[in-house]
Structures are given as structure tokens and as C-alpha cells.
């Protein structure tokens, strides 16, 4: 019989973010951790208010005319745009990652994720951002060692406080 609490969602993930192993096939140890927030629904509003703000400018500056849309734009254009909100309203926190520089930052992170040299991490983000948002309260528990697993998770165990 099917249990209810595997269908709720963590309320963690959705509100304050949780750490997320994007990539369990990574031999680095510790492996890279991105701290995610899961989409919620102020996701789509977020996308919609960005979309009328792009065609309002595209109508401004000559792109689009009067009785075109987000529609008529090119297609990367919604891509980018929900890579950017993703990127700075969704990813919080990046440890384990090192640069020339030391400790890459959460800010550069963002930065470099959106350049076609760094792709991987825009990739490695997406993947974590799917991940917390379909987490759910029992794989919370099984992180935390107290229940039997929901389903098959990409977590190595609890998040160690940052």
C-alpha cells in the first residue's frame, strides 16, 4: 500500500534549499554540492514577469512589432531566461569547487554557468534543481537515517552545515 508521505514534498527544499550532489558518478571526494532551492510555484511567475519585461524592450527597441510576442522571438531567448532566474533566484550556495583562485563562488558560479565554455555547470545545476524540486519529506528522513527510502536518491547522506 502506497503511504502519503511519499508524495509530499520536502518543505526544506522548497523554502531555505538543500544540498545537492548533482553528479553521484563523480569520483571526486568530497564531491561537488550545490545548495538548491525547488521550484516553486513563484518560479512561473517569476518566467512570465521576465517574459512581458522582454517584449516590452524588444517592442521598444524594434525586434518585435506591435502585434508580436515572446513567440516571435528566438527560441534561446526563453532558455536563457529561465536559466538566469534558475541560476540567481534558485542556486544559493556552491562548495566543494575549486578555481585557479580557490573556492569558486556562488556568484561566479552563476557567471560561468551561462558561458558556452562552462555549459556543464548550467547542466549540473539544472540536474540539482530537478532534483530538489522533486524531492520528497520521506527522502529527507532517509538522508537523516530514519525511514526506508521513497525512491532512489543522488544524496551521500545528510548535508553537512555550511
Same mark, same amino acid.
Do not use: H
Given at each position: 500500500?502506497?503511504?502519503?508521505?511519499?508524495?509530499?514534498?520536502?518543505?526544506?527544499?522548497?523554502?531555505?534549499?538543500?544540498?545537492?550532489?548533482?553528479?553521484?558518478?563523480?569520483?571526486?571526494?568530497?564531491?561537488?554540492?550545490?545548495?538548491?532551492?525547488?521550484?516553486?510555484?513563484?518560479?512561473?511567475?517569476?518566467?512570465?514577469?521576465?517574459?512581458?519585461?522582454?517584449?516590452?524592450?524588444?517592442?521598444?527597441?524594434?525586434?518585435?512589432?506591435?502585434?508580436?510576442? +515572446?513567440?516571435? #522571438?528566438?527560441?534561446?531567448?526563453?532558455?536563457?531566461?529561465?536559466?538566469?532566474?534558475?541560476?540567481?533566484?534558485?542556486?544559493?550556495?556552491?562548495?566543494?569547487?575549486?578555481?585557479?583562485?580557490?573556492?569558486?563562488?556562488?556568484?561566479?558560479?552563476?557567471?560561468?554557468?551561462?558561458?558556452?565554455? +562552462?555549459?556543464?555547470?548550467?547542466? #549540473?545545476?539544472?540536474?540539482? +534543481?530537478?532534483?530538489?524540486?522533486?524531492?520528497?519529506?520521506?527522502?529527507?528522513?532517509? =538522508?537523516?537515517?530514519?525511514?526506508?527510502?521513497?525512491?532512489?536518491?543522488?544524496?551521500?547522506?545528510? =548535508?553537512?552545515?555550511?
Amino acid at each position: 500500500m502506497a503511504k502519503l508521505k511519499s508524495f509530499q514534498r520536502d518543505t526544506a527544499a522548497l523554502e531555505g534549499g538543500v544540498w545537492i550532489n548533482p553528479d553521484p558518478d563523480s569520483s571526486d571526494d568530497p564531491p561537488m554540492e550545490l545548495l538548491v532551492k525547488g521550484r516553486d510555484a513563484a518560479y512561473y511567475d517569476k518566467v512570465m514577469v521576465a517574459v512581458r519585461e522582454i517584449v516590452r524592450r524588444a517592442k521598444q527597441d524594434g525586434r518585435l512589432k506591435s502585434n508580436q510576442g +515572446f513567440a516571435d #522571438l528566438p527560441p534561446s531567448t526563453r532558455d536563457v531566461l529561465e536559466n538566469e532566474i534558475m541560476l540567481g533566484q534558485y542556486i544559493l550556495g556552491v562548495r566543494n569547487l575549486e578555481g585557479d583562485d580557490g573556492p569558486v563562488t556562488v556568484e561566479d558560479y552563476r557567471k560561468m554557468a551561462l558561458t558556452e565554455e +562552462f555549459r556543464p555547470l548550467l547542466t #549540473l545545476a539544472s540536474a540539482a +534543481f530537478f532534483i530538489a524540486t522533486e524531492r520528497r519529506a520521506a527522502d529527507r528522513e532517509e =538522508a537523516l537515517g530514519n525511514s526506508e527510502p521513497s525512491r532512489r536518491t543522488n544524496s551521500r547522506g545528510a =548535508a553537512q552545515k555550511a
